[in-house]
């Protein structure tokens, strides 16, 4: 029979080499914050975007486009078919583009691609749309039956063609903004550097 200091003195020998077991386990928990991925959680809309002028054109094209690309899909028959193709793939082409920068911009997305310059890709998008639309509209005009899809189509093509002019000229002004802005930013930038320069003399002798 072990005595009670020899059982005592095991005991607390036990308890230390746990401890010191524990303490180099790789495996022992810890409490430091675990980081979490951003994804796409916590998107939300942007409310001031969809209220703003910008963001009301963007609505109204998406809509514009989709019903005048709905008007031409009704056309059962055509001769010549060239300018329904053309309108088709231009009202098309439109409705994805304009609806894929409509909800990058409702829900903030373009944010996190700083990489891309966004008001300059929407200027070019409403640029070239209002450009093709015009064209499609006048040549569809040009060509029709006088269907009653046909002059729908026609009569949504020139309304899209209004809508895609009004944010080009938007867009316009926002980009020649941010090109100001960032153009102050670049000056304030390079004079700071060049007065944190000034103010080290060190680094004036050591470039004689």
Known sequence: ?????ELDGFEGEASSTSMISGASSPYQPTTEPVSQRRGLAGLRCDP???????GRLKVAQVILALIAFICIETIMECSPCEGLYFFEFVSCSAFVVTGVLLI?????LHMRIPQINWNLTDLVNTGLSTFFFFIASIVLAALN????AEIAAVIFGFLATAAYAASTFLAV????ISVRQQSANDYIRART???DVDSRPEIQRLDT
């Open 173 to 176: 002004q926002r980009w020649r």
């Open 145 to 148: 039956h006088k269907t009653g």
């Open 1 to 5: 029979m072990r005595s009670g200091e």
């Open 48 to 54: 001031d975007y969809l209220r703003g002028a910008l």
């Open 104 to 108: 990058l911009f409702s829900l903030n």
């Open 193 to 195: 550097e060049s007065r």
